[in-house]
């Protein structure tokens, strides 16, 4: 931060902060999972800040890629669940 002078009329300062929000894919037994032009054939971890006022952040999943015979439906919570 920056110094700054505070005058005779005083001054304002706000609070700044951020939170770090991690989410980890795990391709389950598929071939691999691809992210930003590259191929992951173990977990990949993508990130994104919350700051001040947000609520949220967006993280775009991999894509999931197999040389099995398989409909790929998407990601989930539990390696069990059915979508």
């Keep these: ?28 037994g598929n071939d691999s999972q691809s992210s930003d032009g590259s191929t992951y054939t173990d977990l990949v971890k993508k990130s994104c800040q919350i700051r001040n006022a947000q609520t949220s952040c967006d993280i775009v999943s991999p894509t999931i890629s197999s ?3 398989r409909r790929i439906l998407g990601y989930s919570n539990s390696a069990t669940n059915h979508v």
């Design 1 to 28: 931060m920056d110094d700054f002078v505070i005058g005779n009329n005083g001054v304002r300062v706000y609070a700044i902060f951020k939170k770090e929000v991690t989410a980890t894919f795990d391709k389950n």
């Design 67 to 69: 040389s099995v015979t």
